[in-house]
């Protein structure tokens, strides 16, 4: 399992939210390539960047910041997240070096360009589920659907998506652990990989998901702990290697 430093970027500052509200965000550098430096130099193997004003205004807003990153750290695999919607959007980021697009909003409007996306771009889609009480939010989750994540993770077992990060919308940001149960449910729903994200405080958190001994669960992501000081990246990674080490 992967340890997934989050990078949340918004008016080009690496920020954190509480539970997706942009008016509720702390800033912790206005330096997001900095950031990215330390992660790496802490051992991460993955880095997950969210551009939160594409999110809230369906394309890329902080582009420029998620490319230099990519070129800064060529060889570390990059997911992004935010506005993306449409085959362009994704076509620029995988030219910047970027290795994992994520489609949230645009997957639950418009599922069929799901499957699209990985057509054109094979091995580089990932889809994003942020749900509330099982369903699932969209527009930076100012909306929440009708629509239950785990049908929605069925649907496109047959597209080809590389992974689902599932966001419990309650949790994110509130470092009072990840919704355990919610994540194992999904993994359990379809054979596409899990990334876990939302909620994660401390070395516990991770410890939770491992002893679900589900290996659908390929990764976690988490912001506000690392940058709190409440979770350290390389202890946890090697908490996660030590696991899978022992199998």
């Given at each position: 399992?992967?340890?997934?430093?989050?990078?949340?970027?918004?008016?080009g500052?690496?920020v954190?939210l509480?539970?997706?509200l942009m008016?509720?965000?702390?800033?912790?550098?206005?330096?997001?390539?900095?950031m990215?430096?330390?992660?790496?130099?802490?051992?991460?193997?993955?880095?997950?960047?969210?551009?939160?004003?594409?999110?809230?205004?369906?394309?890329?807003?902080?582009g420029?910041?998620?490319?230099?990153?990519?070129r800064?750290?060529?060889?570390?695999?990059?997911?992004?997240?935010?506005?993306?919607?449409?085959?362009?959007?994704?076509?620029?980021?995988?030219?910047?070096?970027?290795?994992y697009?994520?489609?949230?909003?645009?997957?639950?409007?418009?599922?069929?360009?799901?499957?699209?996306?990985?057509r054109?771009?094979?091995?580089?889609?990932?889809?994003?589920?942020?749900?509330?009480?099982?369903?699932?939010a969209?527009d930076g989750?100012?909306?929440?659907?009708?629509?239950?994540?785990t049908?929605l993770?069925?649907?496109?077992e047959?597209?080809?998506?590389?992974?689902?990060?599932?966001?419990?919308?309650?949790?994110?940001?509130?470092?009072?652990?990840?919704n355990v149960?919610?994540t194992?449910?999904?993994?359990?729903?379809?054979?596409?990989?899990?990334?876990a994200?939302?909620?994660?405080?401390?070395?516990?958190d991770?410890?939770?998901?491992?002893d679900?001994?589900?290996?659908?669960?390929?990764?976690?992501?988490?912001?506000?702990?690392?940058y709190e000081?409440?979770?350290?990246?390389?202890?946890?990674?090697?908490?996660?290697?030590?696991?899978?080490?022992?199998?």
């Amino acid at each position: 399992m992967l340890i997934i430093p989050a990078i949340d970027l918004k008016d080009g500052a690496c920020v954190r939210l509480r539970q997706g509200l942009m008016d509720d965000a702390t800033v912790f550098s206005d330096d997001p390539v900095a950031m990215a430096a330390k992660w790496v130099q802490a051992g991460c193997r993955r880095l997950h960047l969210v551009d939160l004003n594409g999110a809230f205004e369906g394309q890329p807003v902080n582009g420029e910041v998620v490319t230099a990153i990519a070129r800064r750290y060529p060889e570390l695999p990059i997911q992004i997240g935010g506005g993306i919607r449409s085959l362009e959007t994704i076509e620029h980021y995988v030219r910047a070096g970027v290795s994992y697009v994520i489609i949230g909003t645009k997957a639950v409007k418009q599922p069929e360009f799901v499957g699209e996306a990985c057509r054109a771009f094979p091995g580089k889609v990932i889809v994003g589920l942020d749900a509330k009480d099982g369903f699932v939010a969209t527009d930076g989750w100012a909306e929440v659907s009708s629509v239950q994540a785990t049908d929605l993770a069925r649907r496109f077992e047959a597209d080809g998506v590389s992974a689902i990060v599932y966001t419990d919308i309650a949790k994110d940001g509130m470092m009072q652990g990840c919704n355990v149960e919610a994540t194992v449910a999904l993994a359990n729903a379809s054979r596409i990989p899990v990334i876990a994200s939302g909620g994660i405080h401390n070395i516990g958190d991770i410890q939770k998901l491992l002893d679900t001994d589900n290996p659908g669960i390929i990764g976690a992501i988490t912001g506000r702990a690392i940058y709190e000081g409440t979770l350290d990246v390389a202890e946890a990674q090697a908490l996660c290697d030590l696991k899978y080490k022992d199998e």
